[in-house]
C-alpha cells in the first residue's frame, strides 16, 4: 500500500490469491492515507478482466477506463452477518486448526480469537474487543 501510495496511487484494491472470502487487511502505518479495499479472487479476476479490456479497446489508441464504486454498509459491522452475529473463520478449503474455531478475518476491529495475532488487539476481555464469553455463553439446551 505504501509504495502505491508513493507510487500516485489514489487507493489500492488488493484481490485474495486463493478461492473464498476477502482476506483482512492489517497494519498500522499512520502515513498511509490512501483507502484500501480487499476482495475476493473471483472479484479480482472480474476487475482484472474489466481493466485488460478498457486498454484492449479504448478508443484512437488510447486506453479505456474502468470506473469502480465501492460503498460501507454502515448498518452491518465489519465480520458480522446481517443480524449481527460475528462470522466465524471459514476458509475454503478447510485449514487445519483454524476453521471453524476462530473468528472471522474481516471483523473490524479485530478481535480476540481470530486465527492470527494483530497489533491492534488488546487486553479488553469483553465485548465488543473479546467475544469468548457470548460464544461460549450456555443457550439453555
Same mark, same amino acid.
Given at each position: 500500500?505504501?509504495?502505491?501510495?508513493?507510487?500516485?496511487?489514489?487507493?489500492?484494491?488488493? !484481490?485474495?490469491?486463493?478461492?473464498?472470502? @476477502?482476506?483482512?487487511?492489517?497494519?498500522?502505518?499512520?502515513?498511509?492515507?490512501?483507502?484500501?479495499?480487499?476482495? &475476493?479472487?473471483?472479484?479480482?479476476?472480474?476487475?482484472?478482466?474489466?481493466? @485488460?479490456?478498457?486498454?484492449?479497446?479504448?478508443?484512437?489508441?488510447?486506453?479505456? %477506463?474502468?470506473?469502480?464504486?465501492?460503498?460501507?454498509?454502515?448498518?452491518?459491522? @465489519?465480520?458480522?452477518? !446481517?443480524?449481527?452475529?460475528?462470522?466465524?473463520?471459514?476458509?475454503?478449503?478447510?485449514?487445519?486448526?483454524? %476453521?471453524? %474455531?476462530?473468528?472471522?478475518? %474481516? @471483523?473490524?476491529?479485530?478481535?480476540?480469537?481470530?486465527?492470527?495475532?494483530? &497489533?491492534?488487539?488488546?487486553?479488553?476481555?469483553?465485548?465488543?474487543?473479546?467475544?469468548?464469553?457470548?460464544?461460549?455463553?450456555?443457550?439453555?439446551?
Amino acid at each position: 500500500m505504501k509504495n502505491a501510495q508513493n507510487a500516485g496511487a489514489f487507493g489500492v484494491i488488493i !484481490a485474495n490469491n486463493a478461492a473464498g472470502a @476477502a482476506p483482512g487487511l492489517g497494519g498500522s502505518d499512520p502515513t498511509i492515507t490512501i483507502p484500501t479495499v480487499s476482495v &475476493s479472487q473471483a472479484d479480482g479476476v472480474t476487475l482484472k478482466a474489466a481493466v @485488460a479490456n478498457a486498454v484492449k479497446y479504448g478508443s484512437r489508441g488510447h486506453p479505456g %477506463s474502468v470506473v469502480a464504486a465501492l460503498a460501507f454498509d454502515t448498518s452491518r459491522k @465489519a465480520g458480522a452477518d !446481517a443480524a449481527g452475529r460475528p462470522l466465524l473463520y471459514t476458509p475454503n478449503p478447510l485449514v487445519g486448526g483454524s %476453521s471453524v %474455531s476462530h473468528w472471522d478475518v %474481516s @471483523a473490524f476491529p479485530n478481535l480476540l480469537m481470530e486465527p492470527n495475532i494483530n &497489533s491492534d488487539l488488546t487486553t479488553t476481555l469483553v465485548p465488543p474487543k473479546d467475544l469468548t464469553v457470548p460464544l461460549l455463553k450456555d443457550m439453555g439446551w
